[in-house]
C-alpha cells in the first residue's frame, strides 16, 4: 500500500530511514540512546519478545527500551490485524514493534531523533511501519486512524504546567486523526497510586509526595487523578473507561478492571506483586504498598489509586479494545520467553475463571511446563496471610499444607505447591491454586524445603515483623517451620534445596547475556545469601516509623554522651581554674618568702644596671 496515511506523504527520508517531519528542539535524553542504537543495531531477533535484546539491558536507560515487559501495556487489548495506528511519542520503540507485529499500518512520531533512530532499527525488517520525526502538530488533522497509543506522553504536552489547556488541545488533536469507532488507549503515572503514598518517590522529579502535593516544587511533568484525566478526555469528546496498571504501565505484569475490583477483592489484592520497584531512587519505607493497596480495595476506593492509569477512551462509542467479561490480564514475562503465559480473570454465568495461554513452549529434560487452561476463581485467604495472623494455629496449617505434596514414588513433583500458590476457605479447606510446574530429579524434602523458604519470605514481605518474632532470619523462620511439620532440616537437605533450585531458576529466568552455567551458579551464591539474610532485610529494611524510633535513640544516647563529655569539660575547666589559682597564691607565697624577697631584690637592682 502507498502512502497509506497523509503523515507519510510529508516531510522527507534521512539517511537512517526516517521520515522527518520538523525539529521540535526537544532536547531529552537519557543517556541510552547511542547504546541502545549499538544494542538493537547488531541484533538478529528483533521481536518484541526477544530475549536477544532482553539480555543485553544492563540498567535503567536500557531495561525500558529493551524489556519485553514493555508492550504488556498493549498485549491485554484485543487489536486487530487490519488496524491503522498512530503512536505519538515512541522513544526507542518497544511498543512500536508490538504494534508493528499486530497491526496493518503503524506511524509512529517521536521528537527526538537519536530516539526515532533506535525506533527505526527496531522496526527495520516491518515495511509497514513508518518512524517520523516530529510531534503530533505534525499530523494532519485528517480521520484516518483506528487507534492513537499514547504512552508516558500526555504528562509531559504542557511542561508541567497547572493550565489544563495544552492537555485539552493534544487531546482533541488525538480525537481529530481518528475514525468514528477509533480509540486512544493512553497510559499514565497515577499522581495518587499506592506506591506514592507508600513513600516511592515521583517518578519524573524524584522526590516523594510531589504529585500528592499537587506539583508545587517545580516539575517537567504532571499527571492527573483519574476523575480530573475523565473529566479531560471528556471534554475532548471521547467516551473513557480505565483499567489500573500494576506496577506501573513502564513494565506492566497485570491490568485490571474495575469490576475486579468489586467481584474478586481478594485477586484483585493478590494478583500485583509488591512492593512495586524503584527504578532509580529508594523510597521512603512508610506504610507497605501491599497492606496499603488491600485495605483501598476493601474500601472500594482501589480504583482510584493504581499506580498507573489506562484510559481507553472511545470516539463516538466506547472503545472495543477490551471485553466486559474481561476482569484483568496478567503476564508472567520475567520468565524466558518460552515460559511466559498470559493469564486472564474473565466473568462466566456460574462465576469467574482464569483461563491461561503459553505465549512460549518451552521444555527441559527435568521440567514440565503445563499451565492449567482453565481454572474456577475460588474465594479464601492466601495461605501466607493465614500463618501470619494465626501463629497458634500456624503448626497445623503447615502439616496440612505438607500433606499435599506426592511423596517421592511420584517421578514428577510439583515445584510450585508453595505457600502462596495456596488458599485457605471459609470453612478451612487448603486449595492449591495457579499449578503449571514440575519438575524431576529432586525431592519431596527439597520441594517442602523450597515452599517454607519461599513462604518465609513471603511472610517477612506481608507483616512488619512482630508477628515473626523470635525468628530473626530466614534461616529462623524456616528451621521453626521445619520442626513444625516433622522435617529434619539438616546441611545436606539445605544444600539440595539450593542446588535443586538453583537449577530449576536458571532453566525458566531470563539469562541476561549469561550461560546456563553462569546462572546457576549466580542463582547457588543468591540463595544461600537470602538464606542469611534477617527478615527485616528482605522486607527491604525498617521502616520509616523504625528508622525514626531508632534515629530518636540513638540521638538520645549522643546527647546523653555529649552532656557527659560537656560535664566533664566544665570539671576539668574548674580543675585547671582551681590549678591556676593554686598555682597564683603559691607564686605570692613564694614571694614573701626570704629566697622571694632576694630574688626580687637582684631583679630590681638589674633593671637599674
Not at 491485554?76 to 518497544?94: F, H, S, T
Not at 519461599?454 to 514481605?461: E, H, P, R, S, Y
Request: hydrophobic content about 40%.
Amino acid at each position: 500500500m502507498s502512502d497509506p496515511t497523509p503523515v507519510r506523504a510529508r516531510g522527507s527520508v534521512d539517511e537512517h530511514g526516517l521520515r522527518v517531519l520538523s525539529d521540535a528542539g526537544i532536547a531529552y535524553a537519557d543517556g541510552a540512546e547511542e547504546r541502545l542504537a549499538q544494542i538493537v543495531g547488531a541484533a538478529t531477533d528483533l521481536s518484541s519478545m526477544s530475549e536477544e535484546l532482553a539480555s543485553r539491558a544492563t540498567d535503567w536507560g536500557t531495561e525500558y527500551s529493551l524489556d519485553p515487559s514493555r508492550a504488556n501495556i498493549l498485549r491485554g487489548l484485543d487489536l486487530r490485524p487490519d488496524m491503522r495506528v498512530l503512536e505519538i511519542g515512541c522513544g526507542n520503540g518497544p511498543i512500536t514493534r508490538y504494534l508493528g507485529e499486530t497491526c496493518a499500518v503503524v506511524d509512529s512520531v517521536e521528537p527526538m531523533p537519536a530516539r526515532a533512530r533506535v525506533a527505526r532499527l527496531r522496526t527495520r525488517d516491518l515495511p509497514h511501519v513508518e518512524v517520523c520525526v516530529g510531534t503530533l502538530d505534525d499530523v494532519p488533522a485528517e480521520p484516518v486512524y483506528d487507534l492513537v497509543v499514547v504512552i508516558g506522553v500526555l504528562e509531559y504536552v504542557g511542561g508541567g504546567t497547572a493550565d489544563p489547556e495544552p492537555y485539552l488541545r493534544f487531546l482533541r488533536q488525538c480525537h481529530a486523526v481518528l475514525k468514528d469507532g477509533g480509540a486512544l488507549a493512553l497510559a499514565i503515572e497515577n499522581p495518587l497510586g499506592a506506591k506514592y503514598l507508600a513513600g516511592a518517590v515521583e517518578d519524573h522529579t524524584n522526590r516523594p509526595f510531589d504529585s500528592l502535593e499537587r506539583y508545587v516544587l517545580t516539575s517537567p511533568a504532571r499527571t492527573f487523578p483519574r476523575r480530573t484525566l475523565q473529566a479531560m478526555l471528556t471534554q475532548a469528546g471521547f467516551s473513557p473507561e480505565f483499567l489500573g496498571a500494576f506496577p506501573d504501565y513502564k513494565l506492566p505484569r497485570v491490568l485490571m478492571a474495575d469490576e475486579l475490583l468489586r467481584r474478586a477483592s481478594g485477586l484483585a489484592v493478590g494478583m500485583p506483586r509488591f512492593p512495586s520497584p524503584d527504578y532509580l531512587v529508594p523510597r521512603l519505607q512508610l506504610a507497605d504498598e501491599a497492606l496499603l493497596w488491600s485495605t483501598l480495595v476493601e474500601s472500594g476506593v482501589g480504583e482510584h489509586f493504581a499506580n498507573s492509569l489506562y484510559a481507553l477512551a472511545g470516539k463516538g462509542a466506547p472503545a472495543d479494545l477490551w471485553p466486559q467479561d474481561r476482569l484483568a490480564v496478567m503476564f508472567s514475562s520475567e520468565r524466558r520467553t518460552p515460559y511466559v503465559v498470559r493469564a486472564e480473570v474473565r466473568a462466566e454465568d456460574d462465576g469467574l475463571v482464569v483461563t491461561r495461554r503459553a505465549v512460549g513452549g518451552g521444555t527441559d529434560a527435568d521440567i514440565r511446563h503445563e499451565p492449567k487452561p482453565r481454572e474456577a476463581v475460588v474465594s479464601g485467604t492466601e495461605m501466607v496471610h493465614a500463618l501470619v495472623r494465626d501463629r497458634a494455629g500456624r503448626p497445623d496449617l503447615l502439616r496440612r499444607w505438607a500433606a499435599l505434596l506426592p511423596s517421592d514414588d511420584e517421578e514428577w513433583l510439583p515445584v510450585d505447591l508453595v505457600p502462596h500458590n495456596v488458599l485457605v476457605t471459609a470453612d478451612g479447606q487448603l486449595v492449591a491454586i495457579d499449578q503449571e510446574w514440575h519438575v524431576r530429579g529432586t525431592t519431596r524434602d527439597s520441594l517442602l524445603t523450597r515452599g517454607l523458604f519461599n513462604g518465609a519470605l513471603k511472610m517477612a514481605q506481608a507483616t512488619r515483623q512482630p508477628e515473626l518474632a523470635p525468628w530473626v532470619t530466614v534461616e529462623d523462620a524456616v528451621r521453626a517451620m521445619a520442626t513444625d511439620i516433622g522435617l529434619d532440616l539438616t546441611d545436606e537437605l539445605v544444600e539440595r534445596f539450593v542446588v535443586d533450585e538453583a537449577r530449576f531458576q536458571s532453566a525458566v529466568s531470563p539469562l541476561a547475556d549469561r550461560s546456563v552455567e553462569e546462572a546457576r551458579a549466580e542463582a547457588e551464591s543468591d540463595l544461600r545469601h537470602i538464606w542469611r539474610q534477617t527478615l527485616t532485610d528482605v522486607r527491604g529494611g525498617d521502616r520509616f516509623d523504625l528508622q525514626w524510633a531508632q534515629a530518636v535513640e540513638a540521638l538520645r544516647e549522643r546527647t546523653e554522651s555529649e552532656q557527659v563529655i560537656e560535664q566533664l569539660r566544665d570539671e576539668l575547666a574548674a580543675a585547671r581554674g582551681e590549678a591556676a589559682r593554686a598555682a597564683a597564691a603559691r607564686d605570692r607565697m613564694w614571694r614573701r618568702t626570704p629566697r622571694g624577697f632576694a630574688s626580687r631584690v637582684r631583679s630590681r637592682l638589674r633593671r637599674r644596671r
